[in-house]
């Protein structure tokens, strides 16, 4: 800690017989201190009276006492918790008073889950209380700012419902004899596991990111349900990783530098692809994939899913029985061969043959897909 300043003395005047000026009882401080910290208040009766009781006194209030040296001195050891004025009297004699400019003690610190979706605290307190009051300025790494002013503690409820950096710069507004003093604090908000079931701002925040990256999204509600889980099927096929449900370190990690994947072909401009690999269908629109979805084709021992360039040339509304069983909505692309709505698409193969789709993906294809439309299925 750097040293403080210690104020020139001053003293009381007293008049002396003769018609002079004399100054009987000095006191001195420091300029300033930290609240808190042991600071001493000095100074001498003129001429000296060794033993005589000295007394401090904060305004009325008497803080501490001790007893004169033997050549008039005194020291008196007291905590700063405020500054002043203050004044010393010996016998019937007063100092001019003092005061020492007290930096006020600023706790400030972040409780609770940094999690997006959990519940984050900043919690701020100026000791003494006396001091003055806080404001508190929250910036969010987008640049948006939010002041708020406070007495001296403030307890704020912050948001978490984005991924990013927060900011926060707490300030005190001083009080006249208190020093002004700053905290700065920063937290990144790490996006949270997420699993079926869960309910988190984080989930529709999630579906948001992959919705832009046209992947087939039924809603972007903060629920983890049957539909979504699909979706993060579908990004985990195409990104290569592990097809279990489940939006972990790895998963938010790609999620940050993923693209959208290019299809394999590019003409005609508008047609279907489906990947029998990654088990995911594209459709494309002018040269560029504008939905993906994940699909579950023949997985059974004795079918498969074939492979070429075909076109829709059914389709059939609701609910229709074939020998690979009820599709819904289906669009035949060869023989009893047809993309459909299914309420389960495993993220492996799984079918007798055809290509099965969400539910929610289907309602979407079936009106937007025209009789005649290239089909490419392909590993």
Known sequence: MRKLLVAVAVAAVVPTAAGGWTTPLTL???????????????????????????RLYRGRVLVTSGKLRGDGTFRLPVKAASPGPFRVRAASHWSKPVTVRIVPRLEAS???????????????????????ALRVRVVRGGGKTVSLRFRAQA?????????????????????????????????????????????????????????????????????????????????????????????????????????????RYTMPAEHIEIDKTRQVLFIVRDGEVRLISPVSTAG???????????????????????????LLDPMYFTGGYAIHGNPSVPPYPASHGCVRVPNFVIYRLFPSEPYGETVYVYH
């Open 28 to 54: 001195k401080a420091p300029k300033a201190t930290l609240f808190g910290h042991r600071i001493e208040f000095v100074g001498r009766l003129v001429p000296s009276r060794p033993g005589t009781l000295v």
């Open 110 to 132: 972040f409780v609770g889950s940094r999690v997006v979706g959990g519940k984050l605290r900043l919690l701020a307190h100026l000791q003494p209380a006396a001091a003055g």
């Open 155 to 263: 307890s704020i409820q912050l948001a978490t419902s984005e991924l990013g950096r927060l900011r926060v710069r707490v300030d005190a507004v001083p009080r006249r004899g208190y020093g002004y003093v700053s905290r700065s604090l920063g937290v990144e908000l790490v996006p949270p596991q997420l699993a079926y079931g869960d309910q988190s701002p984080a989930v529709a925040e999630l579906a948001r990111h992959l919705a832009a990256l046209h992947y087939a999204v039924a809603s972007t509600a903060s629920l983890f349900d049957a539909n979504f889980i699909e979706t993060v099927y579908a990004f985990q096929k195409v990104e290569g990783l592990a097809r279990d449900g489940v939006v972990g370190p790895n998963f938010w990690s790609h999620l940050e530098h993923a693209t959208v994947p290019k299809p």
């Open 300 to 326: 059974i021992a004795g079918y498969y899913t074939p492979e070429g360039q075909f076109a829709i040339y059914r389709k059939v509304v609701g609910y229709d029985p074939s020998p690979l069983g009820v």
